[in-house]
């Protein structure tokens, strides 16, 4: 047991060295060769948005194929912007990005064979979890959830194989739920309800298949009905509007 230990540890050293060996942090390292017509050495690419280039990515190649440490950087800083390891050509490890100011950790991901697999995080600047979902085969599965900076919970909904399922559920800062959002299959259907921070309803709206149809209501503070609108595929058909003292109003 502990031979196989041994030889398990000196394995992944092995891959660690390898990895760094065919990685580089100094763009002016970068030859951009071609062997063949295919890339080959150290390569520096360079992405843009839109006119203005963003960023330049410092990548290995074997016979076109990425491997090593495949890094990010901000064009205007120089700062690391994400790294990931590559085997094969194929993303494998965790991938980390990272704010460009303060250089904390923006978010993590696993990737494995080129897709992501396990659990996603999102940070703040200051470090605090923004939001957390499990992937499988670059497709969300399982809770996904979204917090304030304070550490309350923002946002949960519930995905399989990507597609939104059950009822989603937003909060205001105190805790308090913001709205009910029920999905079937990816698609918004059911009524979504509405809250003031004060817990009291303000709105219900009727969805099939994300187009609204049949009766919206919308309330006043005092729960008195507001509004009342009907809808068929989106559009109004009727509306009747009230004041507070319940009185429809023509």
Not at 139 to 167: P, Q
Not at 185 to 192: A, E, L, P, W
Not at 230 to 248: L, P, Q, R, T
Request: charged content about 30%.
């Amino acid at each position: 047991m502990r031979t196989k230990l041994i030889l398990l540890l000196s394995c992944i050293t092995l891959i660690a060295c390898e990895q760094q060996q065919n990685s580089f942090t100094n763009k002016a390292e970068a030859e951009n060769k071609l062997a063949n017509g295919i890339k080959e050495g150290k390569w520096v690419e360079y992405i843009s948005s839109g006119r203005d280039t963003f960023s330049y990515v410092l990548i290995t190649y074997n016979e076109g194929k990425p491997i090593g440490i495949e890094r990010e950087f901000y064009y205007k800083s120089g700062r690391l912007r994400s790294e990931i390891a590559c085997v094969d050509g194929k993303k494998n490890g965790l991938l980390k990005w990272y704010y460009e100011k303060s250089g904390n950790i923006e978010g993590e991901c696993n990737y494995s064979n080129d897709k992501e697999n396990g659990e996603a995080k999102e940070y703040y600047e200051d470090g605090a979890l923004e939001s957390i979902c499990l992937r499988t085969n670059d497709k969300t599965n399982g809770i996904a959830k979204d917090y304030y900076e304070s550490g309350k919970l923002k946002s949960e909904l519930t995905f399989v194989d990507g597609k939104e399922m059950g009822v989603a559920k937003m909060y205001y800062g105190n805790g308090q739920l913001s709205s009910e959002c029920p999905w079937t299959d990816g698609k918004i259907n059911g009524i979504v309800k509405d809250y003031n921070s004060s817990g009291n309803l303000e709105s219900e709206q009727t969805f099939i298949n994300d187009k609204r149809n049949g009766v919206t209501k919308e309330y006043y503070g005092n729960g008195k009905l507001r509004d009342e609108i009907v809808y068929a595929s989106d559009s109004i058909v009727s509306k009747k509007h009230f004041n507070e003292k319940g009185k429809e109003i023509k």
